[in-house]
Structures are given as structure tokens and as C-alpha cells.
């Protein structure tokens, strides 16, 4: 039985040094970081860490052994104190959610799912041990989801964990947020990523470097890529976004109308971030290979509109996982990043009324 670890050197680091905290280790963490470097992976290793059985625990380096019955339960996924929170899929929902024709999966986690905590963290843990509640991704939680927690984490019970898995902390309640504390994963260092992404995916050194880039330094979304119909995709969707404004925003939807939101968006993202080192004068970082066609682009708007653009668009962030309405989403996103050449001011827009 093998025991969860992260992927990368600095967040195994991270996790004997939380869990060499023991007891002391403060109740609720809000575990922050970037998009695709393993937060997930990071957050269930130190799920199974807390639940551990193994005695005597050493003072440190601690991990879980991945031997005890604690371990081999939470390998199958049955462990009976631990509760994962994540986007429900649609079967699960209420009959009156099926009812509305929402998508696959929900785009919140919903106040049903928190309740069902209630009985879970005020009754003696099944092994006599610990209780760890995972919420992923905790930016999610609905306003009514997240005030219901708020409660449990104000009074969490003995030897009660919650943990809280988000790339976009800034979305959460202030109020949630300030019963946790703070803990950043990091992101592992170009080598290491690259070496992973290598054994990984069994690509070149090249492959891997381009990948990367492509990815913002994220290794898991760049493994994501090295699926060969993925980089078709990933690379058509490039050719035709760096063909805006000269071509119709239609052209480019229609292209990536069965892609995934997170794909493009992200893609968007980083295409715009270019643009602004572009305009500052500065190398890019995502796509040194359009650095003529960037350079080109950067001269038909200006840093101030190339900002609010940027800015309007991070906005939109929490919508990108399970957006209501994905085509006209994408509209939307793509509308505003043509605001970057427009002469006209950019004028508000809401992708996913609700």
C-alpha cells in the first residue's frame, strides 16, 4: 500500500512540516495556489496524514505510513471520517436542480452538501482518531454553503480538520477566510516541473519546456496538453485567438465550441498577459513564439485598456469551471478581449446571468 504524496519536492516539504504541527496544528486551512500544480494532491495527502493511526508518530520528518487500517481505508476511498466537498454531479443534485436543466455538474457546492456535515462533526469520529473535511474547490461554495460552514469552523470539535483547496482566494467570503489560516502551496521550479513532465507524459526535453510555457509553469495542465487531440486543439485554438481582431470572434468560437472553458480561458488569460509584457517592451512569457505577431497587436491598443481587459476577464474566473451557458460565455470573453482594440470604452458584460 503505497502512501499519497505530493508530486514535488517543496510540497512534501510543506507537508511533514504541517503535519510535524500534530495537535497544534491550527483547525481550518485555507490551502492557496496557483491553478495546476497539484493543491488537490497536496491537500488529500495531508488529509491521510491527519488520519493516520501509526504509533508511535515521530516527531519528524511525519508522513502517513500508507501500511496502518486508517491508511488502507482512505486508499479505497472509504474512510469513514473523512468528507470530501467538491461540484456534485447532476445525479446527485436535488430533483428541483435536475428540474432547472443544469449542466453535468453543478457550478457551486451547494448548502445541502454542507448540511450534510452537520452530524458528521458533532459525533465521535468512527475510529476514535481524527475527522478531516476537504472542501475543493472551496471558492465555489454558495453564499448559503459558505455561512453554514462558517459555523462549523467557529466551532469545529476535537481533533476536527477542515481543509480548503482554492486557486482564487480572494472569492471567498472575508469572513471564512478569517478563520483559516493561510498556507501556500508552492509551485515546484521550472526543473523539477520539467523532469516530472518528462517521466510523466514521456516527452522531450523540447516538448516539455514548450508545454510549460504554454501552461504558466502549471505541470498537471501541461501534462493535460501532451495528450496529442488536446495539443491539436490547444494549438488551434492559439492560431485562431492571435488571429483577432483581423478575423470574426465567430470564427474563433466555432473553433473551440467542444473544448473545455478552463482550456481557453486560461489560454486567454495568459495570451493577454503577453500582450502586456509586449507592450512594455519585455520578452513573453507564455508564447515566445508569437513574439512578432504579439509585438503587432500591442501597438493597436494601449497598456491602460489591455488592463482593464486583463482585469475584466480575472473577474470571470469563478465562472470558468461549469459556466451555464458555455457558448455564450466564450462570446462574452472573447467580446471583451476585442475591447482591447477598440476605440470605444469597454462596457460591462455578464457572461453567465443567473
Known amino acids: 500500500m503505497s502512501t499519497v504524496l505530493p ?3 517543496a510540497q512534501q516539504a510543506l507537508l511533514r512540516q504541517l503535519l510535524a504541527e500534530g495537535p497544534n496544528l ?25 488520519l493516520c493511526e501509526q504509533l508511535p508518530r515521530p516527531p519528524a520528518p511525519v508522513q502517513a505510513c500508507g501500511q496502518c487500517a486508517a491508511c488502507k481505508w482512505f486508499a479505497s476511498g472509504h474512510h469513514p471520517d473523512f468528507r470530501l466537498l467538491e461540484l456534485a454531479p447532476a445525479e446527485s443534485r436535488s430533483a428541483k436542480g435536475r428540474e432547472a436543466g443544469q449542466g453535468a455538474r453543478a457550478w457551486e457546492i451547494s448548502i445541502d452538501q454542507v448540511r450534510e456535515l452537520e452530524s458528521f462533526i458533532t459525533t465521535t469520529s468512527a475510529r476514535g482518531h481524527a475527522r478531516v473535511v476537504l472542501v475543493d474547490p472551496a471558492e465555489t461554495l454558495s453564499t448559503p454553503a459558505a455561512n453554514a460552514l462558517l459555523k462549523m469552523l467557529e466551532e469545529p470539535g476535537e481533533n476536527t480538520w477542515f481543509l480548503l483547496v482554492t486557486h482564487l482566494p480572494g472569492q471567498m467570503p472575508a469572513t471564512v477566510r478569517s478563520r483559516c489560516r493561510a498556507v501556500a502551496v508552492p509551485q515546484p521550479s521550472e526543473a523539477e516541473a520539467q523532469q516530472w513532465l518528462v517521466r510523466s507524459a514521456e516527452l522531450s526535453d523540447t516538448d516539455a519546456r514548450q508545454l510549460l510555457a504554454w501552461s504558466g509553469m502549471a505541470p498537471l495542465h501541461a501534462r493535460d496538453l501532451a495528450d496529442p487531440s488536446h495539443l491539436t486543439v490547444y494549438r488551434t485554438l492559439l492560431s485562431s485567438l492571435s488571429a483577432l481582431p483581423d478575423t470574426g470572434l465567430d470564427t474563433v468560437a466555432d473553433k473551440a465550441t467542444t473544448v473545455p472553458s478552463v482550456t481557453w480561458y486560461y489560454l486567454l488569460l495568459r495570451w493577454i498577459s503577453d500582450l502586456l509584457r509586449a507592450h512594455a517592451g519585455a520578452a513573453p512569457r507564455f508564447f515566445p513564439e508569437s513574439a512578432s505577431r504579439l509585438d503587432s497587436l500591442a501597438q493597436r491598443s494601449s497598456l491602460a ?36 482594440f477598440s476605440t470605444r470604452r469597454p462596457t460591462p458584460r455578464r457572461a453567465n446571468p443567473r
Open 7 to 9: 508530486f514535488f519536492a
Open 26 to 50: 491550527h483547525h481550518a486551512l485555507l490551502l492557496a495556489g496557483l491553478p495546476g500544480i497539484g493543491k488537490g494532491e497536496f491537500a488529500r495527502a495531508l488529509a491521510q496524514g491527519l
Open 305 to 340: 485598456r489591455l488592463a482593464e481587459v486583463s482585469a475584466a476577464l480575472q473577474r470571470q474566473a469563478v465562472l470558468v469551471r461549469h459556466p451555464l451557458n458555455p457558448r455564450l460565455f466564450m462570446e462574452s470573453a472573447l467580446a471583451t478581449y476585442l475591447d482591447a
